[in-house]
């Protein structure tokens, strides 16, 4: 049998390559990705009741409970409250020795925070929970140091908070946002969902952002829809009027017929103006006085 070309297996090597990107950055951008790194491929039953415990449910206002108790990265034991009061508050649930998905959570995170003009302590505080009971205040301190330190940000170090806590208490949290997971015991990881929560500064649920990528136009909208507009330029207040958040994709779509409605304003404010603006031009052209000609006698 005639050998295969090197042409050929080239690129049956990069169109194998190509299509398995594609396929991970299509699981990536699905709402709902989960840590699964099972041995054996599962069966469809087995599939359906992972899903069945792992959720990230809309629970828009409802109310988080602030007197959960939980010890922060230096080992002081904290209300959940006192990051509260004053901004708005990005919630992250993960687990800091994760492998896998928790870490692109919190990249996608850092890359949003980035991004944003906001600056973490100013204008939002961020609040990480470790879903993982086992977890201590030095697994949350070396993983605040690191994304702090990548932030980069000046005085922001008390500003993204790492916390650790009992059963009961993560439990009262996830279950207050919709979050589901459960203890994997064949791959011995937690499966969750992936996302981040916004909060009001009072503590009720205001927007989800879904996946491990957050857009930071979206974000920094639902920051400032949280705050009741007390941040944010009137642009953003502009921009919040003429679109509206969409739950079911966590992102913010253009409410059309606002759009419409404020452009036709602006279209009538500017055909007005011109009106003015063309008869006062006509009636000062009518008040100047008639210039004689060159060379008329007097």
Known sequence: MKPSSPMR???????????????????????????????????????????????????????????????????????????????????????????????????????????????????????????????????????????????????????????????????????SIGFKYFWDEQTAQYVHASGITVLTPTGRISHYFYGVQYDSGDVRLGLVEASANKIGSPVDKLLLFCYHYDPSSGKYNVAVMTFVRVFGVFTVLAMIGGFFLLMRREKHGQALPSQPSAGAEG
């Open 9 to 175: 297996r080239r690129f049956t090597r990069e169109t194998v390559t190509a299509f398995v990107l594609s396929v991970s950055s299509l699981l990536c951008s699905m709402p709902f990705a989960v840590t699964v790194a099972a041995q054996e491929r599962p069966t469809e039953r087995e599939a359906q009741a992972v899903l069945e415990k792992v959720d990230y449910a809309q629970l828009l206002n409802e109310q988080v409970p602030l007197d959960s108790v939980f010890t922060d990265e230096s080992g002081k034991q904290v209300q959940l409250a006192q990051y509260f009061g004053k901004r708005p508050v990005i919630l992250v649930m993960v687990f800091y020795e994760c492998p896998m998905l928790c870490t692109e959570i919190l990249n996608g995170t850092l890359r949003m925070m980035q991004e944003l003009e906001f600056t973490a302590g100013k204008e939002y505080e961020v609040v990480t929970i470790s879903i993982d009971p086992r977890e201590g205040p030095v697994n949350a301190m070396a993983k605040k140091n690191q994304y702090l330190r990548r932030y980069d940000r000046e005085g922001t170090f008390d500003s993204w908070h790492f916390l650790t806590g009992q059963e009961p208490e993560i439990r009262r949290v996830a279950d």
